[in-house]
Every structure is written in structure tokens, then in C-alpha cells.
T-cell receptor, first 111, second 115 residues
Framework: GEDVEQSLFLSVREGDSSVINCTYT??????LYWYKQEPGAGLQLLTY?????DMKQDQRLTVLLNKKDKHLSLRIADTQTGDSAIYFC???????????FGTGTKLQVIP | NAGVTQTPKFQVLKTGQSMTLQCAQD?????MSWYRQDPGMGLRLIHY???????DQGEVPNGYNVSRSTTEDFPLRLLSAAPSQTSVYFC??????????????FGPGTRLLVL
């Protein structure tokens, strides 16, 4: 089956690092994604990682993939108030019709 | 480019009423899809289309119909609205499904309340 799980809420202080975690169950995932949803808006792709990679860094964002444990994480360095949003992880297996989204983690950044 | 547009932004329906949620994109994308977002459940795929004239069911298709007569438009129809269809609906599009890393562009969403 395809289940993607995330914790529902994370609160951090401005300037600290945020780590948002995700677990998935389908070992045949091709790509794993992180999306950001700001209030009242649609989802915006932040980054993705191919399943044969362990890590991907993009400015303040670091994605770590542990295939053995089926664990994906998103680290945001120097978290800012503008990072407050809901973050979704998602996995795909060969095409968009099989993209499965997690439940979303609401990140609250405290000034 | 306007990107992916959705109308209306918000709608209230009575049980049994029908309506169409509109979605349009001006990026010449082949692939379009509809999701619903419910608290604690992430996004669930309702229907998708890989090109004009081609549609298929997603994870939760019951109660919804779609058609794709043009590349640009992908309307979602609720034939007889039920309270269980109260949700936020997102339309998304991308160039193709050939590569899973193709970015999906999401519309701003339609909030639907069924009384």
C-alpha cells in the first residue's frame, strides 16, 4: 500500500533550524517531494529527490532520504517567519497519477 | 501567463444540487488533475487527464465527473452534492507524466461547503 505519514504540527523559534519528518511505505517510489502551502493558497513545489539519492541541498533546504527506514526529512536552516506554512511530503511511482501526499505538517515560526 | 486558474473561489451548495468547478491553464500542459484536501488527510486524487479527450479515475472518483475537450480546460462536475463533498478542491497541471520530477503547478483552490 501507499501511506505517507507526517506529524501534524511543529513550532520553532525564528533563526533556529526546522526539521520536518515523513515516512512512506512504498519501496518502489521513484521521486519524493516537498511542497509548501501558504494560507489560502495552492501547493508550491519546494524540492524533490530521486530515490537513488541520499541527500539534496538547495540554499536553506536540505533533504535527507533514508531508504532502509523509508524516512524522508526536510531541514530548513535559519527558519524565518515567512516559512510558516503547511509542508507536504509526497511520493510518486512512475507518474503523477500515483502521487501520494502526506497529511501535511503545519510549521509555526515564533518571532 | 496566468498559470492555473480556478473558479469560483468559494461556493455554498445545498444537498442534491449540482455544480461545475472550473479549471484552466495557459501553459499548454498535457497533464491536469483534481485533488481534494481534507483536514488530516493530505491531498487525494479525484480524476486526472493525460491529454485532450482522455480522462481517468484517481483515488476518490465517486460523485465526480470530468471531461477534457480542450488542452486548456478541465472542469470538475458534482452531479448531486453531498455534505461529504465539503472540502477544498485543487486543480493542478504539468507538462507530462513521462517524468515524475516534472513540477506540478497548483491552482489557488475552491472552497466548497455542502449543507
Amino acid at each position: 500500500g501507499e501511506d505517507v505519514e507526517q506529524s501534524l504540527f511543529l513550532s520553532v523559534r525564528e533563526g533556529d533550524s526546522s526539521v520536518i519528518n515523513c515516512t512512506y511505505t512504498d519501496s518502489s517510489s521513484t521521486y519524493l517531494y516537498w511542497y509548501k502551502q501558504e494560507p489560502g493558497a495552492g501547493l508550491q513545489l519546494l524540492t524533490y529527490i530521486f530515490s537513488n539519492m541520499d541527500m539534496k541541498q538547495d540554499q536553506r533546504l536540505t533533504v535527507l532520504l533514508n531508504k532502509k527506514d523509508k524516512h524522508l526529512s526536510l531541514r530548513i536552516a535559519d527558519t524565518q517567519t515567512g516559512d510558516s506554512a503547511i509542508y507536504f511530503c509526497a511520493e510518486s511511482i512512475g507518474g503523477y497519477q500515483k502521487v501520494t501526499f502526506g497529511t501535511g505538517t503545519k510549521l509555526q515560526v515564533i518571532p | 501567463n496566468a498559470g492555473v486558474t480556478q473558479t469560483p473561489k468559494f461556493q455554498v451548495l445545498k444537498t442534491g444540487q449540482s455544480m461545475t468547478l472550473q479549471c484552466a491553464q495557459d501553459m499548454n500542459h498535457e497533464y491536469m488533475s483534481w485533488y481534494r484536501q481534507d483536514p488530516g488527510m493530505g491531498l487525494r486524487l479525484i480524476h486526472y487527464s493525460v491529454g485532450a479527450g482522455i480522462t481517468d479515475q484517481g483515488e476518490v472518483p465517486n460523485g465526480y465527473n470530468v471531461s477534457r475537450s480542450t488542452t486548456e480546460d478541465f472542469p470538475l462536475r458534482l452531479l448531486s452534492a453531498a455534505p461529504s463533498q465539503t472540502s477544498v478542491y485543487f486543480c493542478a497541471s504539468s507538462y507530462s507524466r513521462a517524468s515524475a520530477k516534472e513540477t506540478q503547478y497548483f491552482g489557488p483552490g475552491t472552497r466548497l461547503l455542502v449543507l
